[in-house]
DNA sequence: TCGCCCTCTGTATATTTATACATTGAATTG
DNA sequence: CAATTCAATGTATAAATATACAGAGGGCGA
């Protein structure tokens, strides 16, 4: 069998399985017919760019099986800031909280639907979000609770 | 320093630099303040759900630094208002900064890595930037510097 | 105040992953 | 046909990461 037969192999079985270490990938593509050793998958790995982490293998962008959130309980501004958010910055009465790369709208979405009386607004970048609130004092005191919330 | 403020360290290192291993996330942080070892940020990376992958170090969905765009110097601010700037225009603290179609994000981005001491934070749309400055008086200066660079 | 519990962290080491070096086999070239 | 080149892989081990165990310190309840 070949290289490409076995890279296929990977893929099908790290987007269906939870893979949590090269020995248990190599243990379930011997079921398949693979047999290959340790190195051999390390290589595999690097060049299908997997990523390993706390749940196990997964593809660059996050779909692996068992990313994380099974329960589809919309996150919390708490959960959603512990996870993206990066700091915040006050402006007068603005606030610009900077998220990890991409986060933006996820974020503004979770303040927004939160229902804050001290935001007036958001407006959502790549990995920016411009809060507007009623004015500097406000907004001196949603900063401190978003810092909370960043932890 | 605590535990939470080191944890805000790890996700603003991984979302700006390279980090290929725990080793080098050490030096980095040792840099900053935080001084613990291998054992305690291995935990670390495993509550903040890192992943690690052929590039590094990145968050769950994927956005760690240098993701794929190995072209490492962003351009310069000069450069990219020369070419994509039309016009600058003040309301109180804040700067309307007009591109060409489609050329507000790159803008945005080189903002943002020119790391201005009178930007607070920058959002991008389609063909317009709005930057947030701490106040009036540095707004004016500061758009002043981009009419320069703009020409 | 004391005892208990919990969190956090370091040390040492187990486990996992990456890679230097070597081998094999297929394809290509002369 | 022989020599060369290259990709793929295994072996052994270096490097990196995870974790068992233990200690320290703070908070809390009796």
Do not use: W
């Not at 079985?13 to 243990?27: H, K, W």
């Not at 589809?72 to 009465?93: C, E, T």
């Not at 009386?117 to 979000?129: L, R």
């Amino acid at each position: 069998m070949s290289k490409t037969e076995r890279h296929n192999a990977i893929r099908e079985l790290v987007a269906t399985a939870a893979i949590g270490s090269q020995d248990e990938l190599r243990r379930k593509l011997i079921r398949r017919g693979f047999d290959v050793t340790q190195a051999t998958l390390s290589r595999d790995i690097h060049e299908l760019h997997l990523y390993k982490g706390p749940d196990g293998y997964a593809f660059p962008n996050g779909n692996g099986a068992h990313t994380d959130d099974e329960d589809d309980r919309a996150p919390s501004i708490n959960d959603v800031l512990g996870q993206f958010g990066l700091k915040v910055k006050q402006a007068l009465n603005q606030l610009v909280l900077v998220t990890t790369a991409g986060s933006a709208q996820p974020v503004a979405l979770a303040i927004d639907d939160e229902d804050i009386p001290e935001v007036v607004g958001t407006i959502a970048g790549d990995d920016t979000v411009l809060i507007i609130c009623p004015d500097q004092k406000r907004a001196s005191l949603l900063r401190e609770r978003l810092e909370e919330m960043i932890g």
